[in-house]
T-cell receptor, first 115, second 112 residues
Framework: SAVISQKPSRDICQRGTSLTIQCQVD?????MFWYRQQPGQSLTLIAT?????????ESGFVIDKFPISRPNLTFSTLTVSNMSPEDSSIYLC????????????FGSGTRLTVV | GEDVEQSLFLSVREGDSSVINCTYT??????LYWYKQEPGAGLQLLTY?????DMKQDQRLTVLLNKKDKHLSLRIADTQTGDSAIYFC????????????FGSGTRLSIRP
């Protein structure tokens, strides 16, 4: 499976500011996914990022709030914009690809606290 | 839309078997997964099963799938303290391009 490096691992941010989370993969992958895990909750898909095209957002998530970049097949960023305390969550990137079910690998997550 | 449901908590005695249950609604699910999340850690893929299988065994883990009832279970034999974690059931309908839908997670606690 691919190995994902996600950073920062955690951050405490002031409300109204923005944070960009980076996800680096050790191999080329077609699909990258960004998830949010709110405290005590399950994972919710924010968007799917395919290299060379705009990200596809799930219901309830918009590009202005969560802009995503996917400049190449090994890297993606998620920005959490104009943060409020409700954005305090763990954000995880995940990769799919051509390796079958084992291909779904998750980064270790970014634990974000907005104060 | 797709939905995956599982109970929130399970407590078992060390050395006993743990059985975590999950139901899903998407009849086109191709892959069904079990992920483990330890405190403060990311997600670890424990095992998965194709929808055309009804059982898969991997060391202490046994996955049973009842496709007719859309019911999935994970059995952990000889449960140890290191098995304490949240276990997420998840499904997707295409391994290479589809999103994964997660259940709410079952928090497994082990008592001595």
């Amino acid at each position: 499976s691919a190995v994902i490096s996600q950073k920062p691992s955690r951050d405490i941010c002031q409300r109204g500011t923005s944070l960009t989370i980076q996800c680096q993969v050790d191999s080329q992958v077609t699909m990258m996914f960004w998830y949010r895990q709110q405290p005590g909750q399950s994972l919710t898909l924010i968007a799917t990022a395919n290299q060379g095209s705009e990200a596809t957002y799930e219901s309830g998530f918009v590009i202005d709030k969560f802009p995503i970049s996917r400049p190449n097949l090994t890297f993606s960023t998620l920005t959490v914009s104009n943060m409020s305390p409700e954005d305090s969550s763990i954000y995880l990137c995940s990769v799919g690809g051509t390796q079958g079910a084992e291909g779904y690998t998750f980064g270790s997550g970014t634990r974000l606290t907005v104060v | 839309g797709e939905d995956v449901e599982q109970s929130l908590f399970l407590s078992v005695r060390e050395g006993d078997s743990s059985v975590i249950n999950c139901t899903y609604t998407d009849s086109s699910s191709t892959y069904l997964y079990w992920y483990k999340q330890e405190p403060g850690a990311g997600l670890q893929l424990l095992t998965y099963i194709f929808s055309n299988m009804d059982m898969k065994q991997d060391q202490r883990l046994t996955v049973l799938l009842n496709k007719k009832d859309k019911h999935l279970s994970l059995r952990i034999a000889d449960t140890q303290t290191g098995d304490s974690a949240i276990y997420f059931c998840a499904e997707s309908n295409d391994s290479s391009a589809s999103k994964i839908i997660f259940g709410s997670g079952t928090r497994l606690s082990i008592r001595p």
